[in-house]
């Protein structure tokens, strides 16, 4: 992570000279998020795949220039927070929709979504009783590398993935419920 850090301190020194605030990258991020939707939605999966991950950047890179511009504030972390998940929720609709005639697929999809919605549920709600938990392996920049990973191989094999996928999530999710449970009773 530390060397993930150093790559992008060019691009926060840039973006803190500009003037940039956080939340101008959290709403940027959430904007071009439908970019890598519109490409899922039109079976274009490697331009998701490779747009995904690039305006994934813009979540990362908010969160570096509040620390740097030590602008770093509950709301901030709430909207960004919140975007994040409207961003997540654009991506599996266009997923949903280049599968709009597959209703198995479709409850596959939505499952991904529900887990993966509810691993940040659940850390948001630790937060909100003054607990934070990151247990599991699916944090989103995961989340975010997998889908984008498998994207490269197309629709068909990117369906596939999900099955491991809501594993994954799965097993993260109950991570959190249990070490919040340990922590708050």
Known sequence: MEKYKKFLSPFVDFLAQKKFKPVHLTIIGLILSIVPATFYALNFYILAGIFL????LFDTL???????KNEVTKFGGVIDSTFDRISEGFIFCGILYSFKENTFAI???FISFLFS???SYVRARGEGENFSTR???MERALR?????FFSFFGKRIFLYSLFPFIILNLFTFIRRILDLKKNLI
Do not use: N, T, V
């Open 53 to 56: 991950i690039l305006f994934s």
């Open 62 to 68: 908010d969160g570096e220039l509040a620390r740097k």
């Open 107 to 109: 409850i596959i999809i």
């Open 117 to 119: 919605f509810m691993i």
């Open 135 to 137: 247990k599991g392996p």
């Open 144 to 148: 975010i590398l997998y889908l984008s």
